[in-house]
Nanobody
Framework: QVQLVESGGGSVQAGGSLRLSCAVS????????LGWFRQAPGKEREGVAT???????THADSVKGRFTITKDNADNSMYLQLKSLKHEDTAMYYC?????????????WGQGTQVTVSS
C-alpha cells in the first residue's frame, strides 16, 4: 500500500523559505516518479514539480528558479525547497506519485501540508 506523508508546511512572510518533506512507503522512490501539486483556495489543483526515476526534473513556469524538487533514495523521501515565496504561493501542497512530467495525472496523493505566505 502506497503512503505519502507530507510535512514542513507553515506560515511565512513574502520572500521567506520553507522546505517540504514527503515520507514515502510502499513505493521505491529510486524506481518510480514523484511530484508535488498544490491547490490554492478557489482554484484547481496544479502541478508544481516532478522528478522521474532517472532524476530528470520539471517545474511549473510559475515556480522556476524559486522551487527545487529533490529526492533521497536512501531515505525513500522527496523534498521541495521553496524560496522567494510570494503571496500567490499560498496553497495546500500535496506529495504525489506516478507523475513523471508536468501534465501527468498522479495515481497516489498525500493528505497535504498547508503553506501560507503573508504579504
Amino acid at each position: 500500500q502506497v503512503q505519502l506523508v507530507e510535512s514542513g508546511g507553515g506560515s511565512v512572510q513574502a520572500g521567506g523559505s520553507l522546505r517540504l518533506s514527503c515520507a514515502v512507503s510502499g513505493y521505491t522512490v529510486s524506481r518510480r516518479c514523484l511530484g508535488w501539486f498544490r491547490q490554492a483556495p478557489g482554484k484547481e489543483r496544479e502541478g508544481v514539480a516532478t522528478i522521474d526515476n532517472y532524476g530528470r526534473i520539471t517545474h511549473a513556469d510559475s515556480v522556476k528558479g524559486r522551487f527545487t524538487i529533490t529526492k533521497d533514495n536512501a531515505d525513500n523521501s522527496m523534498y521541495l525547497q521553496l524560496k522567494s515565496l510570494k503571496h500567490e504561493d499560498t496553497a495546500m501542497y500535496y506529495c504525489v506519485a506516478d507523475t513523471c512530467a508536468m501534465g501527468w495525472v498522479p495515481s497516489y496523493w498525500g493528505q497535504g501540508t498547508q503553506v501560507t505566505v503573508s504579504s
